[in-house]
């Protein structure tokens, strides 16, 4: 078992009920034993869901179906397991889950496509539905007995802690609560895929409005985070609106009901994001990378994103060198618009270079101060435009190469 | 010092004499203590250069120098020092380079942009030009007394072996001969930047022609080469030709006897090329991805740059593990077009997924063993069209994270 990742929060946060949405857990013993490792969340009828998926060219047999049951406006539930991701098993694994998926709907007395799937763990392993199949009556009584920790711990692969976040926001007078949890530790870790999430709330939102906004909330928390620059194939958020609270339908992204209830969304998923960070695979050190006058928000994210997948940026901070050389050359190999006489980098607060050179004989102390700490603040100022953007990473470690290379031995 | 890569070749090659080409080499003691780190290499009159430069947006001042030189017809020499890369260094560095650039030119005899400027080492601090300066006498006396395998001792600087390579060619039934020195161990390694290489040749060619050829030759030997992904922003590869050999002058790029060049010409740089990922910054093990059947070339590239920059790929390469579930991950995130169903891999030469799933109850043994070598073959076929690529990479070891990550301890 891994240790506690060091950057971990002290503790899981205290999560109200979301009416409306309930969970329940169990043991397959697939893979892990022990522990539970199957998680079934429902969301009463009436209930609206989105979804978020990863974009790579191939994605897992169940991150296209949940698409599918997204775009169908059926989608009342999902089914999670955790030990094996079904990811490209071919005709096999979407077999798989059609031993599954239609007799758990029935149960559920949903229709088939209302069940969305997610799956992670191994790649390229076909899944044994019978682990699945055979916890049907046990997780069905337990709906509504699991709590949103519960659920948080099911879903775990190499995560080192339960990821959980939750606020609350007054909508029209109303208050809104936001619930979310995820998993992720890598962005794949050995053998094990995938970044998940789930945010509930009980806000009435339309769901072309519920998906606008959580793609937009995706943009700024989990697609701005990097712990290796590399995607899974499972990779899958999912928000649902059960319309419980007191409030008139939101059907307006961009009205002022919608940004109130906004604000709580990206404040619940960028703090999930930043937990996956922090429990990125040997991480010693959250690193923020902030980004500003870039020419648009795009080029920005281009520049931080470059920053923070950097092998000699993320190497350099993990030996605790304020080597701003190395940021220079990350902005340079970006693509986006740059002018090597016009870039400013802050290292902890402290100016260390601009107008194209090093700052003269600026005092070393605080910035190595701030560079030995758990928490590094890059500012970067590329002095064209007004477009900004705010990147999260972890430091490379020796851990990462054994996490990754040593676990065969 | 730096051990000896377990990757490098054996020995230097013998190169031969290129008629119309000589080099000078002296010890500046600029950084580097009882060897030399300067060098001067001058081509006759009527000799006709090419250059391909880094693509940063944050060049150094010797690269923009180095460009304009080029496109003004007048390039006869190139000056190198090791140790300093005067990159990121404002107008003070570019003061530095103009400190000295006229005094050679003038004492060469050439116009002052008829001398190329590179530097590679330390980014950020400002070169102090007396270092070069008091060593001119001493240079220009060397000229045409140092040997090719002298001027690639004198450029190196975490590299921890000389990189050269020489072949002949027949053109129009005439021998040419094209020799090439180069440096580089990581993109950039600890401070230390660059990869610089220097190929001449006898052979007759004007410069559009010399140019075209270069860049063509880059993309498919210098540019399809990683260690970690990062960019320098001194990067820069030289061409000269003498035009001492008895041919007619090629001027046309597509013109058979600019294709009997170009295949002395890739062979030297694929040669040089393939030594920089042999001495990549911890590298264990040689990786050669060979990438088929994608829409079209560059799709090819794309994707086999993406998996040769893929962490969890190059540390499953360290631990000897054929995941090709991180290279169906890294193929999937590349960006290029894939279908899940339609990918084959193969390593060692042996399949072991097709059809969107594994090979079932493939023999495992040959291809452990094949992780086990230090040369590792993966091939991939997208299924989709023609496009092929090949790149060379290396694994991602404990090494890397120690010479990036621990040099301040």
Redesign the interface.
């Known amino acids: 078992m891994a240790e506690l990742s060091p950057l971990a929060p002290s503790s899981f946060p205290i999560m109200p009920v979301i009416n409306g949405l309930s969970f329940g857990t169990a043991a397959t013993a697939m893979k892990y034993q022990g522990r539970d490792d199957l998680m079934l969340m429902l969301a009463d009828e009436g209930s609206v869901f989105a979804g978020c998926f990863?974009?790579?060219?191939?994605?897992s047999a169940p991150v296209h179906l949940s698409r599918h049951g997204i775009a169908s406006g059926a989608a009342r539930a999902v089914i999670t397991n955790a030990g094996n991701a079904n990811?490209?098993?071919?005709?096999?694994?979407e077999q798989a889950i059609m031993a599954y998926r239609d007799i758990f709907a029935s149960a559920l007395n949903i229709a088939p496509e209302g069940l969305l799937i997610a799956s992670t763990g191994?790649?390229?392993?076909?899944l044994e539905a019978d682990f699945i199949l055979k916890m049907k009556d046990k997780i069905l009584n337990q709906l509504g007995h699991s709590s949103w920790k519960e659920a948080a711990e099911a879903i775990r692969t190499t995560d080192t802690f339960a990821k959980g976040a939750t606020t609350k926001v007054s909508v029209s007078g109303q208050t809104v609560t936001i619930n979310g949890i995820a998993k992720g530790s890598?962005?794949?870790a050995p053998?094990m895929?995938t970044m998940l999430a789930y945010i509930g709330t009980d806000a009435a939102i339309s769901q072309n409005c519920l998906q606008t906004l959580l793609a937009r909330a995706s943009d700024k928390s989990f697609n701005a985070i990097t712990v290796?620059?590399?995607?899974?194939?499972s990779d899958s958020v999912y928000l649902v609106a059960t319309g419980h609270a007191d409030i008139t339908q939101i059907t307006d992204p961009d009205s002022s009901e919608a940004a109130a209830f906004f604000d709580g969304l990206i404040a619940v998923m960028t703090d999930l994001a930043q937990q996956i960070v922090r429990d990125g695979e040997g991480a010693q050190k959250f690193v923020t990378i902030h980004v500003t006058g870039a020419k648009d928000a795009a080029e920005a994210k281009k520049i931080g994103l470059a920053v923070g997948?950097?092998?000699?940026v993320k190497?350099?901070i993990?030996?605790?060198?304020a080597?701003?050389?190395?940021i220079?050359?990350?902005?340079?190999?970006?693509?986006?618009?740059?002018?090597?006489?016009k870039?400013q980098i802050k290292i902890g607060g402290y100016l260390v270079?601009e107008?194209?050179?090093?700052v003269e004989a600026f005092d070393e102390r605080p910035i190595a101060l701030h560079m030995q700490g758990p928490e590094v603040d890059i500012g970067i100022d590329i002095g064209l435009g007004s477009g900004t953007a705010t990147i999260w990473t972890c430091?490379?470690?020796?851990g990462?190469?054994?996490i990754?290379?040593?676990?065969?031995?």
Chains 1, 2 share one sequence.
């Open positions: 990863t974009t790579s060219k191939t994605a990811a490209f098993t071919g005709m096999r694994g191994v790649i390229g392993e076909v890598g962005m794949i053998d895929a290796d620059s590399d995607t899974s194939t997948n950097s092998p000699l190497t350099a993990a030996g605790e060198d080597n701003w050389g190395r220079v050359m990350a902005v340079g190999k970006s693509g986006a618009e740059a002018d090597r006489d870039l270079a107008n194209g050179a090093a430091d490379l470690t020796h990462y190469i054994t990754n290379g040593d676990y065969r031995s």
